[in-house]
C-alpha cells in the first residue's frame, strides 16, 4: 500500500482527527504546566543559618536575599545548585533580617544553608 501525498487526504475525517489530537495535546500540556506551576508555589526554600556558637535560624521561605562577595542576590524555590562567599550585610529571610559580618551559603536541592559570623 502506497500513501498518496495529494489534496484529497486532508479532505474528510483524517483532518478532524488531526486537530481532535493536536487540540486533545495542548489541552493536556496546558493542563501539565498549570499543575507545575501551582506544586512550585507550594513548595517553599528550606533555609537553616548557623554560627559556631548557635544555628540561628531554620524554616521555610519563599525568598531568601544574601549579601554576596559580586552583589547582592536572592534565592527563591528550586534555585540552581550555587556556593557563594557572603560579605558584611543583612540576610533577608521573607520578613526576617539577620545582620552579618561574613559568611558562606550554599544552595542544593531546595535547601539553603548558610554558615555566618555575626
Known amino acids: 500500500m502506497s500513501i498518496k501525498k495529494t489534496p484529497e487526504l486532508l479532505n474528510g475525517s483524517g483532518v478532524f482527527f488531526f486537530l481532535f489530537f493536536l487540540k486533545r495535546d495542548i489541552i493536556i500540556r496546558n493542563s501539565f504546566i498549570k499543575l507545575?506551576?501551582?506544586?512550585?508555589?507550594?513548595?517553599?526554600?528550606?533555609?537553616?543559618?548557623f554560627s559556631p556558637e548557635k544555628q540561628i535560624?531554620?524554616?521555610?521561605?519563599?525568598?531568601v536575599v544574601f549579601p554576596g562577595e559580586s552583589g547582592v542576590f536572592e534565592v527563591l524555590s528550586y534555585h540552581k545548585p550555587i556556593l557563594s562567599r557572603l560579605i558584611a550585610g543583612n540576610i533577608f529571610v521573607d520578613e526576617k533580617t539577620f545582620a552579618i559580618?561574613?559568611?558562606?551559603?550554599?544552595?542544593?536541592?531546595?535547601?539553603?544553608?548558610?554558615?555566618?559570623?555575626?
Open 36 to 49: 507545575e506551576l501551582g506544586k512550585t508555589r507550594a513548595k517553599m526554600l528550606e533555609v537553616v543559618i
Open 57 to 63: 535560624f531554620q524554616g521555610k521561605a519563599s525568598s
Open 101 to 118: 559580618r561574613c559568611g558562606i551559603v550554599g544552595v542544593n536541592h531546595n535547601k539553603a544553608t548558610v554558615v555566618i559570623e555575626e
